[in-house]
Nanobody, 120 residues
Framework: QVYLVESGGGLVQAGDSLRLSCEAS????????MVWFRQAPGKERQFVAA??????????AAAGSVRGRFTISRDVAKNTMYLQMNSLKPEDTAVYYC???????????WGKGTLVTVSS
C-alpha cells in the first residue's frame, strides 16, 4: 500500500508559478514510477509528467503543452515528488493528481488531488 497526499494548489494569475508536492508513505513505497496527472473540468485525465524514483529521470507530456514550463523532481529523503509550474496559463486549470506504480502505464495508487486555478 502507498499513500499519496498532494498539496500546493491554489488560485493564481496567468504567468504566476506554483509548486505542487506529493508526499508518499506506506509499506510498499517507493514505487519505481511516480506520475503527475491533471483533469480539467469536463475533460479527460491527462498525463503531465513522470519521474523514475530511483534515477530521477523525468518524462514530460508530448506536444509541448507543459514542456519547458513544468519541471518534475523528487526528494528521496523526504519521500516527496514535486511539480514546479511556471508561466501558468488559464488552460492549466485542473485538479492535479499524483500516482505511483511499477511503470508509467500502471498506476496502482492515487492521491486525492489538489486544485490549481489560473485566472486570466
Amino acid at each position: 500500500q502507498v499513500y499519496l497526499v498532494e498539496s500546493g494548489g491554489g488560485l493564481v494569475q496567468a504567468g504566476d508559478s506554483l509548486r505542487l508536492s506529493c508526499e508518499a508513505s506506506g509499506p510498499t513505497f517507493p514505487k519505481p514510477a511516480m506520475v503527475w496527472f491533471r483533469q480539467a473540468p469536463g475533460k479527460e485525465r491527462q498525463f503531465v509528467a513522470a519521474i523514475t524514483w530511483g534515477s530521477g529521470s523525468p518524462l514530460y507530456a508530448a506536444a509541448g503543452s507543459v514542456r519547458g514550463r513544468f519541471t518534475i523532481s523528487r526528494d528521496v529523503a523526504k519521500n516527496t515528488m514535486y511539480l514546479q509550474m511556471n508561466s501558468l496559463k488559464p488552460e492549466d486549470t485542473a485538479v492535479y493528481y499524483c500516482a505511483a506504480g511499477d511503470t508509467y502505464r500502471t498506476m496502482d495508487f492515487w492521491g486525492k488531488g489538489t486544485l490549481v486555478t489560473v485566472s486570466s
